[in-house]
């Protein structure tokens, strides 16, 4: 709205221009950051192992965590902590 001469108070001159996009610099850099670290600890999460009932060896496997599939039946030892997506049995 500044830069329409008829109704701006500074003459048509963006004011708030480069603080705004200061802002919205910094903002989009801590975001990112944040994002960078969630991707990172997802990574370091899936990467973890966790053994797997295999229907056709009829014992359990291991396997990393990004590698279950809906239906796999999950051995969840004692402190491991379960995802909020797995239903307990």
Request: net charge negative; glycine share 4%.
């Amino acid at each position: 709205m500044q830069t329409v001469k008829s109704i701006s108070i500074s003459n048509g001159t963006p004011a708030m221009a480069f603080p705004l996009t200061v802002i919205i610099l910094i903002s989009m850099a801590k975001d990112a950051y944040e994002d960078r670290k969630r991707h990172v600890a997802d990574a370091e999460e899936n990467d973890r192992d966790v053994e797997v009932y295999d229907n056709t060896l009829k014992k359990f496997v291991t396997k990393m965590w990004r590698e279950i599939r809906v239906g796999n039946i999950v051995k969840v030892n004692e402190g491991e902590m379960i995802p909020a997506d797995m239903i307990t049995l």
